[in-house]
């Protein structure tokens, strides 16, 4: 992948052989893009308000009883 390659080019750059210290953060412009673009597309935390269930139903199989949360993720 060429993103991979990148940002294997800037960490030796920086870097070297050596661990990526806190101070040399700020010389890696690219590592900080494709952590927040990691971030953006596989966000930790639900990014959709919680929803809920008025009836039962099923979605994708499986039974969703009236009154339940139910969380959506963006992808």
């Not at 890696?28 to 893009?33: D, F, H, R, S």
Request: glycine share 6%; hydrophobic share 40%.
């Amino acid at each position: 992948m060429l993103w991979q390659a990148r940002l294997y080019a800037e960490l030796q750059n920086v870097c070297g052989e050596e661990k990526v210290a806190e101070e040399q953060l700020s010389k890696l412009p690219y590592l900080g893009a494709v952590f927040h673009e990691t971030l953006r597309k596989y966000s930790p935390a639900p990014i959709v308000p919680i929803r809920y269930a008025h009836e039962d139903t099923e979605l994708g199989g499986y039974h969703i009883p009236a009154g339940s949360q139910v969380y959506l993720k963006i992808f």
